[in-house]
């Protein structure tokens, strides 16, 4: 295919982010009077946004709500320490910026779709040296809706005046590719990203990579 837009997520994608989010959820836990967790059970609760990551965090695993009085103290305490760490150790995965450079020399227009918080997604693009890869950046707080809900990409590709059937999506969880069948776009996905623990091929998207310099086989051709 020869996609006239590309979408890329963030966390998990582009991003390792991890690091910083379970510094910060650690944090406030120990403010709250409370065990921490470690990295390796946030990596597991991370894609969703940070409210939900501290509604995770602070019953301890994936699914359900804690008391909602508990979630009103902690959650002001994660983004006063996610604000002054969102990229203190936060890293590029592998391949992403030799990926990113392959992807503009080759004439794609790129963008960049998270549900992470505007406040949050600017200066971690920007820290990390990628802001300028993308034309368009679509937070999870940008529009009413995020993703796994279409209305993030069907803004993108409006906004590129592309059709949706081709137009293409590079994520990491069920959150992208369900939002990607929505919306009608192929959906490529990374083989190393933050889907709560599970497979992403379990979900079958139209391609899965190890690196983003793979794409370059998928679209061109090229070994």
């Known amino acids: 295919m020869h996609p006239s837009m590309i979408l890329i997520d963030l966390d998990g994608t582009l991003v390792d982010s991890v690091p910083d989010l379970a510094y910060c959820v650690d944090a406030m836990m120990a403010r709250l009077g409370r065990p921490p967790h470690g990295e390796a059970k946030v990596r597991n609760w991370v894609g969703n946004g940070v409210e939900r990551l501290v509604r995770r965090a602070l019953i301890g695993q994936l699914e359900g709500e804690p008391d909602e009085a508990d979630f009103q103290v902690a959650y002001p305490i994660f983004l006063e320490l996610y604000r002054d760490n969102t990229s203190q150790r936060s890293q590029l995965f592998p391949g992403i910026r030799d990926g990113l450079d392959w992807l503009k020399a080759a004439g794609y227009r790129l963008g960049c779709v998270t549900n992470k918080a ?106």
Do not use: W
């Open 118 to 223: 505007a406040q949050f997604t600017e200066p971690l693009l920007r820290d990390l040296g990628v802001r300028d890869y993308f034309e368009i950046v679509i937070s999870g707080d940008t529009l009413p809706r995020s993703k796994p809900d279409p209305l993030p990409l069907l803004h993108a590709a409006a906004h590129f005046g592309a059709e949706p059937a081709q137009a293409l999506m590079i994520g990491d969880s069920i959150s992208d590719v369900k939002a990607a069948r929505a919306a009608g776009f192929t959906i490529f996905c990374m083989s190393y990203g933050y889907n709560h623990g599970q497979d992403i091929r379990d979900y079958h998207p139209d391609a899965v990579l190890d690196a983003l310099t793979e794409v370059k086989r998928l679209l061109a051709g090229a070994p």
